[in-house]
């Protein structure tokens, strides 16, 4: 019987804390990834997204100044055509980092298994924090519930994302 107490106390007490954790908020230094990636864990899976697939430089990660605009795009590799896109208005050079971003920005999951198949995310399903854009590197994190544009049922999960991206500014 004690046994059985002292085993219930111990899960109360786990699932308590588990419960009142805090989100972990990372500063600039502590996103450790490669420059010019994207990583991102999708439906438990930890994925990299490392090349920008070869489209024009204002949209993989390009700044349009006039219009306060930020594009970055990337896809894993040439053979798997999976791809993340951040689309923002933002005017990077009057915001004050670390700063969490609800309004005027979208990220877009692209994925190939069983066809191709678009996720947004944006609102209230989208946790965005830019963490520093000095020397035009844009640092971030970023988690939320993507939904498929096509059907609002199909639904996936990205978690502890990470943006390292360097990015050009555009007139």
Not at 47 to 72: H, M, N
Not at 84 to 90: H, K
């Amino acid at each position: 019987m004690k046994k059985s107490i002292y085993f219930y106390s111990l899960f109360a007490v786990l699932v308590f804390i588990q419960c009142t954790k805090k989100e972990e908020i990372l500063t600039p230094e502590e996103v450790q990834i490669p420059s010019n990636e994207i990583w991102a864990t999708i439906n438990g899976v930890v994925v990299k997204f490392r090349t920008d697939g070869g489209i024009f430089e204002e949209a993989a990660a390009g700044y349009l100044i006039p219009i306060k605009f930020l594009s970055i795009y990337r896809t894993i590799s040439a053979q798997d055509r999976r791809s993340l896109q951040l689309r923002a208005t933002i005017d990077l050079d009057n915001i004050t980092t670390p700063a969490t971003i609800s309004q005027n920005i979208k990220i877009t999951y692209t994925a190939l298994a069983g066809g191709q198949r678009t996720y947004d995310a944006q609102g209230n399903n989208l946790t965005f924090r830019l963490l520093d854009t000095k020397g035009d590197i844009i640092k971030a994190t970023f988690s939320g519930t993507f939904v498929n544009t096509a059907n609002a049922n199909d639904k996936i999960e990205i978690k502890n994302g990470s943006i390292n991206i360097a990015f050009k500014r555009y007139n």
